[in-house]
């Protein structure tokens, strides 16, 4: 059944976002990165298409993706992990998109209550993913992730500002 090993993926990144899966039980499959890949760039378009337009919507969901991608591999690089890159890439890349799909609904209602409560769970789920990816303490992680979070909005706000 083709729709198993499907399932199954969905059910890793799932789990990744609830805390309970690592990185390593993703495969390290190049079409699964890409796919995972795509995925959050087609979902940080639509998220940001709103407010953005297309063309500025675009390129921030490339830029965030891009930076996903380069502070990851420093990251791994750092702690001389680089066999990881894919594994975690996908985990980031792929709970990303299932997170963003989760804020669709809940972005545009301006309750900045439920927005403040999926940005902490998104950076749990960053922080929980570089810790087993980095093999380092969740205290540093969660340092780790936050600063993901504030190079990729600063990135953002330079290069795709939201004003004319």
């Not at 039980?25 to 378009?45: F, K, R």
């Not at 540093?140 to 004319?164: H, R």
């Amino acid at each position: 059944m083709p729709q198993e090993p499907v399932l199954n993926l969905l059910r890793i990144f799932v789990n990744l976002c609830l805390l309970r899966a690592k990185p390593q039980d993703l495969p390290a499959a190049p079409a699964l990165t890409a796919a995972a890949l795509v995925a959050y760039i087609a979902v940080g378009l639509g998220l940001s298409l709103p407010d953005l337009g297309f063309g500025r919507a675009l390129l921030w969901a490339v830029l965030d993706t891009l930076v996903i991608v380069l502070l990851t591999h420093g990251a791994l690089l750092l702690r001389h992990f680089p066999e990881r890159l894919q594994q975690t890439l996908t985990a980031l890349l792929g709970s990303g998109a299932l997170l963003g799909l989760v804020a669709w609904p809940i972005i545009g209602t301006q309750n900045s209550i439920v927005q403040l409560v999926l940005l902490l769970w998104n950076l749990a789920v960053v922080a929980h993913i570089l810790r087993h990816a980095l093999s380092v303490p969740l205290g540093l992680s969660i340092i780790v992730s936050f600063g993901y979070f504030l190079v990729e909005l600063t990135v953002g706000m330079v290069l795709a500002p939201t004003q004319s």
